[in-house]
């Protein structure tokens, strides 16, 4: 598990931020205990002063309180958070600020204009892929983005794509080798969340022939895709199965540079 950036500040207030925290969390049980019903969301921004930790909420929790540096709700947060798991500040910039690819419209300003129907359509939907496309386009994530995460996309982007702490991409570390940079740019780009950990695949699929999402692991990958060449075509190009809710290879040329998609296959070349 990565955890976010840290400063190496004061142990001493990390500790008591941490405590501070722990009690208006214990405090907010017992205040809902006693009062005996669920009074919506805890909008308690945390603040700790000079700000510099930041709160890991695990896995598939929704997540207590707000971050260190921001004042943002808890779902804000979690929306940022999402927007780099699943690789969308990749295509469309850092906080949807664009400048990726000319393919990939930026999302500021754009997101404001579009309704919040519009975008939860958008982000499960796609916007229309081309059984053949030549172009990046917009990934359908249905099934695989959740519909709390999508809900907490949309009300990031409405918020205007504020700084959350930890909301960062993950960097590539140099000099490490091509298997090193290839299982980051993994995680980076969100390969992960469709093939699953490792290659192993088996990420649902339902209305695919396979219904599931397959592997970069395994006899049949291998098989199939026997050399560097075509792994790095299907890479590049994509590959469209049939329209949403139907899950579809992204189409990763003018996102991924060359050495990328190298780095990418020695990746996965070392998998099982
Ligand atoms: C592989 C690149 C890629 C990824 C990853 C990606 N997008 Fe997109 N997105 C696009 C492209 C390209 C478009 C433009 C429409 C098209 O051509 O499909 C787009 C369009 C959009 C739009 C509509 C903008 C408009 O023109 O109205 C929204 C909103 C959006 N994306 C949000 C997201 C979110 C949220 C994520 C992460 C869950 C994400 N995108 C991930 C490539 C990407
Ligand atoms: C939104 C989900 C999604 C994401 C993200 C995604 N893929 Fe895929 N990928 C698929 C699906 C679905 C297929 C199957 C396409 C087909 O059968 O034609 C596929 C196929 C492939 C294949 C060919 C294997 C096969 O059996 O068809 C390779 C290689 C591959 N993806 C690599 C990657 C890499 C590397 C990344 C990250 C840069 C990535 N994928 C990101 C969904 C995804």
Redesign the pocket.
Known sequence: MESGRRNHGDAAIVAIAVSAIALVVVAGVLTGYVIGHNNGHTATPASTGSGSTSVSTGGGSTGGSTTGTSNVSAQVAFGAHAFVQFACAQCHGEQGAGGVSPDVPALQGLAQSLTVKQLTQIIEHGAGVSSNPTKPFM?I?HG?VSKHQISALVAYMKAGFPAVDGATSLTVPTGQGGAVAGLIL?QR???I???GPNGLGGVP?PQ?PDTV??P?SGKD?RA??NTPQK?AD??RSG?V?GKAPI????H?ATI?SDQQIAE?IAYIDNLS
Request: net charge neutral; aromatic share 20%.
């Open positions: 990934p994530w695989i993994y780009y969100g390969c969340n469709c093939h699929n695919s999402v397959p970069l990958f199939q895709f792994i299907v890479i590959s199965i899950v579809s290879m992204p990763w991924l990418l």
